[in-house]
């Protein structure tokens, strides 16, 4: 198990994820379908080309919040977390397009004791996502519900 106990973590701590992702056409049209979402700026080319001033099909917003939020699983929670209580702050500066590869970072912005729960703690992350270009394209503070090291 890869992931720390709420103990581990410092507010600052800065984790650049090795793990990186090209994204296909596959992934966004196999999320969008999953998800519901018939917007056809994700699913249709020939609609892009003429309604969207990029001409092309923009990758689902949601699936890159995910990718960059998936991708820090492994180096911060890991089998240690207990669930995610919520996501704020979302924002997405930049479009992502098929081809586009995806870099992660995640700074640990907070921690907060558990009130209710004496083996359990709250760490607020930000995450980053950047494209090849190094521009950001996706930004999304969350809070997990850590567990505390076995006693």
Do not use: W
């Not at 890869?2 to 650049?16: A, H, P, R």
């Not at 999953?34 to 020939?46: C, K, R, S």
């Not at 092309?56 to 669930?83: A, C, E, M, R, Y």
């Not at 996501?87 to 907060?112: A, Q």
């Amino acid at each position: 198990m890869s992931g720390l106990y709420f103990e581990e973590f410092e507010v600052g701590m800065e984790f650049k994820h090795a793990l990186t992702r090209t994204i296909t056409e596959m992934d966004n049209v196999l999320f969008t379908a999953l998800t519901h979402n018939p917007q056809p700026l994700h699913l249709d080319a020939e609609f892009a080309k003429e309604h969207s001033e990029f001409k092309k099909p923009l990758v689902n917003s949601l699936f890159t919040l995910g990718l960059i939020i998936g991708v820090s699983v492994g180096d911060t929670t890991l089998g240690t977390t207990i669930g995610n209580l919520g996501m704020t702050d979302c924002r997405f500066k930049n479009p992502v397009f098929h081809g586009d590869t995806i870099t992660s970072k995640t700074n640990v912005k907070e921690l907060r004791e558990s009130k209710s729960r004496p083996n359990a703690g709250l760490v607020v992350f930000e995450h980053y996502g950047h494209n090849q270009r190094g521009e950001e394209v996706a930004y999304c503070v969350r809070t997990a519900f850590m567990k505390k090291k076995p006693v």
